[in-house]
């Protein structure tokens, strides 16, 4: 018999209330994840998480294999289509719950840390699995705190939180409510490690590209880069030249995305990578393609830092971009830095069985939610 895995389970306030009141017996996930929900297996468990108070608040046993449900509604904000029949094991209340924090020095996620807020990308998205050891511990804790619960107050209006929306005549939109977002002058603190870590990002989308079988180019400011010695210049499939299928000013601003794959003369995907610079570089570029070529069709991604999630999707949802025609967080996905390392490690020697269409199963929808 295989040994029960672990998996995160993510929940706002709200989404776990909603699910306490309709019986506690379904959870679900967006449907993007679903290939991923399949590894997902009978008898494993779900860690149930709180972000807004970033608390462990349940284990649930999964009594199903996945499936789609696309008409019954549970959520009120969100379908979650991707669902598993589940049993409570063990629940805790908000003010009994576990903070994430009381566990981090047994907790491996809390290992070796680039930096404080690097933790975090675990609990960007679910399901995610567990290490062996780290679901053991949380498993104990939430069994340790049903016999001798300690409460311990929490943020109500953190416990309720949702991303702020406004509605507008093109949709709901979202208005960051300060500004931010690094100015250039801010960068004279970042470390040299931090500042080779965009550089990194390049290079692996090049390599996963041409390893893929297809054609890529590099920024034609990047070009004489390299990363830990390896020269973007030498990657294997690198195009000197782009079709010239545009006017004057979209070719330039083409030529300028981080990173694009190719499949013949065909551009199928053009990324950006935020670290160093403001998160509006990438979109800036993103916004005015689209603002040149609304007709365009081009799979556009934004790659970023796992603790940068929120601030991404925020920016993107702006009325500058949110307004275009298509709108860009319609057509423009997030991918994280974690998931994009993890998915080339879990690749491994398949790389030449893989189709390109394998990045999307990594990528976040930049939509906030219209209810």
């Known amino acids: 018999m295989m040994a029960r895995k672990y998996w995160l389970n993510l929940f706002t306030g709200k989404t776990w209330e909603t699910f306490l009141k309709t019986g506690a017996n379904v959870t679900g996930f967006r449907i993007r994840r679903r290939n991923f929900a399949k590894k997902i297996k009978h008898g494993d468990y779900f860690i149930c998480y709180v972000t807004g108070i970033s608390r462990f608040i349940a284990v649930l046993e999964v009594k199903s294999e996945c499936y789609i449900d696309e008409k019954t509604s549970i959520w009120e904000d969100e379908m979650y289509p991707v669902r598993f029949k589940v049993k409570m094991i063990h629940k805790l209340d908000p003010k009994t719950a576990i903070p994430v924090m009381d566990l981090q020095n047994v907790l491996s996620i809390f290992n070796n840390l680039k930096s404080p807020n690097a933790w ?30 300690t409460i311990k107050e ?3 209006k953190k416990y309720w939180r949702i991303p702020k929306k406004y509605e507008s005549k093109i949709g709901f939109v979202t208005v960051p409510e300060t500004n931010d977002a690094l100015e250039p002058d801010e960068y004279q603190g970042i470390s040299i490690e931090e500042k080779t870590t965009h550089e990194e990002i390049q290079w692996k989308l090049l390599k996963l590209g041409s390893e893929l079988g297809l054609d890529v180019w590099v920024a034609r400011n990047d070009r004489n880069k390299e990363y830990a010695g390896n020269r973007f210049s030498e990657i294997p499939r690198l195009r000197n030249t782009l079709p010239r299928q545009f006017d004057p000013a979209t070719n330039k601003t083409i030529e300028l995305i981080d990173v694009l794959w190719l499949n013949g003369d065909a551009i199928i995907a053009a990324f950006e990578v935020e670290h160093t610079t403001a998160i509006y570089s990438g979109l800036l570029r993103m916004g005015d393609l689209i603002s040149m070529q609304p007709n365009i069709k081009l799979n556009l991604y934004l790659v970023a830092p796992d603790e940068r999630r929120e601030k991404v999707i925020m ?6 971009f949110a307004r275009l025609k298509p709108p860009l967080p319609k057509i423009c996905k997030l991918i994280s830095y974690s998931d994009l390392k993890k998915l080339i490690d879990d690749i491994g020697p398949k790389m030449k069985y893989i189709k390109p269409e394998i990045i999307d199963e990594i990528a976040e929808s930049c939509e906030t939610d219209e209810s």
């Open 154 to 156: 929490y943020d109500d």
């Open 315 to 320: 920016e993107i949802n702006r009325p500058t």
């Open 120 to 149: 975090t990308g675990f609990f960007r998205g679910s399901p995610a699995e567990f290490k062996e050891k780290d679901g053991e511990v949380v498993l104990k804790a939430i069994e340790n705190a049903m016999k001798s619960p």
